[in-house]
Each structure stands twice: as structure tokens, then as C-alpha cells.
């Protein structure tokens, strides 16, 4: 990992440090009761991403543009321990590349299949299907494909660990030589409740495949992360957000061809059938569905 990574990663902590501060006097967590809930939540958000490029080619103009993402889950209980999750994430970037009229972004439906113990934890299985757009492509550069993996959580008091780790193939308009190809990649997730209403979260994702660009280049990708997300309204259940996420891109051609993003993002979200934030982590739609794949794969033509 690049020293930027490192910068980033100490630079999320502190402001997760931060913004928690306000909150140590707030309310004791409860322990979760046994049963399972069927619970949705929904988000959108909006802010900038700032994109470089590290070669000598300029494909991708350096600066700040619009990034606009959203997502919606719910988990479904199926008896006493066992429950279904859908869940549906899109981010759009307006981005500066060869294309400026045309924006670029990341897409993925997803399904989970989990054994919970609301006061231990989960494992399960998920699946999801995905699209990488890039525009700078000739034919719109659509990667459409699908991942597949396992996954699993930890209760501890307050703190929530949460593991992925599988498989994908998202190709590029069509071309099995170019994208995110039968690749694999982990991720994982820690979650603190200051309150049953304050998360704050941190998270770091890993990705390889062994043809990228042009059938023989290999991929190496990294995403890193963190986000606050505080109630806002004591008769309603609307929760602000705060989101920081980076990412880097690299081909081991010989160009060297390598990027790197910064996304900064505001915005709101909504909590249906439970009634706190905690307990919606620990009964509810707890789950979702990496993005790593497809954000890759959106990258494979501005860097190619």
C-alpha cells in the first residue's frame, strides 16, 4: 500500500476521533433481544471526487468533480435465526476524462443468506451483479458481470467486525480480455456505536486479477474508507452522513498506468421497521455488497 494510502487511512481515524467526541455522553447501548426484524434502510448522498492520474498520459484531467451515490437494503427473517438480505448500491461520477459529457460510475444488486445470534454474530453466503460504467470506452464500456463469496460478523459489546472475501468477473463492453476479471478480493468492516444512534465506521478492500487490461495485464486494486452517521430528528428516523472513501487502480504493464481517487460525500438516510441504528445492525439489514469489483471496472478504459 502507497504512502498515500497510509496518509488517508491515519487521516480517517482522526476524523472519526473527532467527530465521536461529542458523543461519549450519550445514551448506554442495550443488549440486543433474540428475534430477527424486517428492517430497509435507504441513502443517497452527493460530494466531490478528486481524480489523478500517474503516468505521463493524460487521459484523466486532474481536479474535482461531482460524485452522486445512493443505496437501499432489507433483510428479511426467515424463522428464528436464519434471514434474507437485498441490497442495491450506485454511485455516479461526473468525471473528467477523454469523454467529458459523459459520466462514469459503479453498480451492484446483491443477496445475502445468513445464520445470525444477535448477541455473537453471523455467517452466510452472497452473490451480486454489477456494472462498471465507463464512458471513454467505443462502445459506452459497460462491465456487467457478477461476484459471489462468504461472509461473516462479530458482536463485541459495541463494536461490530464484519469479513467478505470471494470471486468475481465483471468484463468491459463485452470483452472477456479487459475488467474485472475472474478476480478475487476481501474486505473488512469495523463498526463502533457510541450510541444506539452514532456509527461510526472504518473499512479497507483488496483486489487482484490476473488480466485487467488487454488479456495480459494484471490489476491490483485497494479502497479504504470511513463514514459517521448520526440521527438528526428525535420523531423521525433520519440519519445524517458523513463519508470519506479512497481508492487506487494499478496495471503491472509496462506503462505503469495507475490511479488514484478521493471522494468526499454529505447526505442523508432512512431506517424503516426497528428502531435505532443498533438494533438494525444486529436484527436488521446489517449486511451489503462489495463494490470493489465494479468500481475496478469501471476504471479499465481511462486506464487502458
Not at 454529505?266 to 443498533?278: M, T
Amino acid at each position: 500500500m502507497s504512502r498515500l494510502v497510509y496518509r488517508s487511512l491515519l487521516m480517517s481515524t482522526a476524523l472519526m476521533g473527532f467527530m465521536a467526541a461529542p458523543a461519549l455522553s450519550g445514551d448506554i447501548v442495550a443488549p440486543p433481544d433474540d428475534s430477527l426484524l424486517f428492517s430497509a434502510l435507504f441513502g443517497i448522498s452527493a460530494g466531490i471526487q478528486d481524480a489523478t492520474r500517474g503516468d505521463d498520459d493524460v487521459d484523466l484531467d486532474e481536479g474535482t468533480d461531482l460524485t452522486i451515490a445512493g443505496y437501499g437494503m432489507v433483510s428479511i427473517p426467515l424463522g428464528e435465526a436464519f434471514s434474507a438480505q437485498l441490497d442495491g448500491q450506485g454511485e455516479l461520477y461526473d468525471r473528467a476524462s477523454q469523454n467529458e459529457d459523459d459520466p462514469q460510475g459503479a453498480y451492484m444488486l446483491g443477496g445475502h443468506l445468513s445464520l445470525r445470534d444477535p448477541g455473537m454474530g453471523l455467517i452466510g453466503i452472497f452473490v451480486g451483479a454489477g456494472m462498471g460504467q465507463n464512458d471513454d470506452a467505443e462502445d459506452d464500456g459497460d462491465g456487467i458481470g457478477y461476484i459471489a463469496g462468504v461472509e461473516g460478523q462479530l458482536y463485541l459489546d459495541q463494536f461490530t467486525f464484519y469479513a467478505q472475501g470471494g470471486w468475481g468477473d465483471i468484463i468491459v463492453d463485452d470483452n472477456p480480455e479487459e475488467g474485472f476479471n475472474s478476480g478475487w478480493f476481501v474486505r473488512g468492516v469495523a463498526r463502533y456505536f457510541f450510541t444506539d444512534d452514532f456509527l461510526l465506521q472504518a473499512e479497507v478492500s483488496y483486489g487482484e486479477v490476473g488480466q485487467y487490461i488487454d488479456g495480459d495485464d494484471d490489476g491490483e486494486f485497494w479502497n479504504w474508507g470511513a463514514q459517521a452517521k448520526m440521527r438528526l430528528s428525535e420523531s423521525m428516523p433520519i440519519y445524517g452522513t458523513l463519508e470519506y472513501r479512497g481508492g487506487n487502480y494499478w496495471t503491472a504493464d509496462q506503462d505503469g498506468d495507475e490511479a488514484e481517487e478521493h471522494v468526499g460525500l454529505i447526505g442523508l438516510s432512512f431506517a424503516f421497521g426497528v428502531d435505532n441504528l443498533f438494533e438494525n445492525d444486529r436484527r436488521g439489514a446489517t449486511l451489503d455488497t462489495p463494490m470493489l469489483p465494479a468500481r475496478a471496472a469501471a476504471w479499465t478504459e481511462t486506464l487502458d
